[in-house]
């Protein structure tokens, strides 16, 4: 079983950057594909970016393309996420997961496996 971790989160003024890393245990976790969603209070659980098992393909929420990059070293069965340019509206609580298939798909109900999250918080 894939066990992950997420860390990274915190307090940024709007226009700054943070990273997060999701850190996975377990051997299989290179083949499986990672996603990254987040929530805010009183609302649905949103898709941000994903990534495929060998990083060869991305997607991204229109919301965050060009400001936020997710990248994998499978290496270190490790999954970042780089944001740039945050926004208030950025503020949620940002947690990864990952699905028993390699594409980087983009659905929540896909992902079987999740992290406990990471706070981001973006003031104006």
């Known amino acids: 079983q894939v066990q992950l971790v997420e860390s990274g989160g915190g307090l940024v003024q709007a226009g700054g950057s943070l990273r997060l890393s999701c850190a996975a245990s377990?051997?299989?976790?290179?083949?499986?594909?990672v996603g990254w969603f987040r929530q805010a209070p009183g609302k649905e659980r949103d898709f941000v970016a994903a990534?495929?098992?060998?990083?060869?393909?991305?997607n991204y929420a229109d919301s965050v393309k060009g400001r936020f990059t997710i990248s994998r070293d499978n290496a270190k069965n490790t999954v970042y996420l780089q944001m740039n340019s945050l926004k208030p509206e950025d503020t949620a609580v940002y947690y990864c997961?990952?699905?028993?298939?390699?594409?980087?798909?983009?659905?929540?109900?896909?992902?079987?496996?999740w992290g406990q999250g990471t706070q981001v918080t973006v003031s104006s």
């Open positions: 990534i495929s098992w060998n990083g060869a393909d991305t």
């Open positions: 997961a990952v699905g028993a298939f390699g594409s980087a798909r983009g659905y929540a109900y896909q992902y079987n496996r």
């Open positions: 377990g051997r299989t976790f290179s083949t499986y594909a």
